[in-house]
């Protein structure tokens, strides 16, 4: 899980987290519970599940007669990282034909938007498949 996050530029507890959410039983748990378990501070705990929470990975639940927030790993996580990930491409074809425009024969910005172009296609297609 430390590879995914950081993939995301996300800090190392981030991982922590994440990692636990996917094999603790019951599914949905508590900030506290989450804190307990891998002897994180309060914050981390809290920063880690607020911005997976903002990605779409992790879901917020309540329970009726209880007022803590609990978290699990979204239904659509997965689909919800990759598609980030097709947007990030984007973004990076976006930079170089910004570039492109003040220079349009620079050759590492050419290439940089071929790959990125290239990247782009490939992954949409496996997604469309």
Not at 5 to 33: H, R, Y
Not at 73 to 78: K, L, P
Not at 99 to 125: H, V
């Amino acid at each position: 899980m430390e590879v995914f996050c950081t993939d995301f530029g996300l800090a190392p507890s981030f991982s922590k987290v994440l990692g636990w959410l996917l094999i603790c039983n019951p599914e949905e748990q508590p900030a506290e519970d989450i804190q307990k378990a891998l002897h994180l501070s309060v914050g981390s705990v809290n920063a880690a599940v607020n911005v997976l929470s903002q990605i779409g990975i992790v879901r917020r639940v309540t329970f009726p007669g209880d007022r803590r927030h609990y978290y699990s790993i979204a239904a659509d996580a997965w689909q919800t990282a990759f598609k980030a990930r097709l947007l990030s491409l984007q973004r990076a074809r976006d930079l170089a034909k910004k570039g492109l425009a003040f220079d349009p024969t620079n050759k590492r910005l050419i290439e940089m938007e071929a790959f990125y172009a290239w990247a782009q296609t490939t992954f949409e297609k496996v997604i469309r498949s």
